[in-house]
């Protein structure tokens, strides 16, 4: 009996050496005196549903209410000049007012995100509860629409829905 007790003590100490990295190495630095005092609220007037869609080594994209925000890493503010507004039409709130849904669900809620090049990239949103990709381009510094999909089953309805894609 003492000595299974001993293989169960051995067994866990080295479990728990095992399972907790010695040293681990942050994935980002951001040092707190630089962005004391910053924060980013999106548009003060509604619930957001931010959702973090990619990080790159200076910016991070953030998919929200009808837009897509691109935040500097160095001061966490936004870089106006690159958001990317995308409204669900009018006829899509419509419908989905009818189905019984507030203002605050019948909103495009962006929640997935894909890179297909440097100035390529599918993004997909909740569309007032009927989800609708769209393929972008960057052309001369401005976002470019190519064409829409269906996004039922690569996007949630419900911006409360958590969702995970993976693209290749």
Known sequence: MST???VLALISLVAQNVAWPQDPVPRLHVKHRDVIGQRFLGNESHVEHFKLLERATT???IGARNAIYNISLHDLTEIADQR???SSTAAHREL????GRSED???????VFGRQG?????VCGTN??????RQFTIKDGAYAKES??????????DPRHNSTAVFV
Request: charged content about 15%; some cysteine; aromatic content about 14%.
């Open 118 to 122: 440097p100035d390529r990239f599918l």
């Open 84 to 86: 990317l507004q995308w």
């Open 59 to 61: 910016s991070i994209l």
């Open 148 to 157: 829409d999909m269906d996004g039922l089953g690569l996007c949630p309805y």
């Open 4 to 6: 299974s007790l001993q």
């Open 128 to 133: 007032a509860y009927k989800p609708l990709c």
């Open 96 to 99: 989905c007012y009818l189905k």
């Open 105 to 111: 669900q019948c909103q495009n809620y962006v929640r």
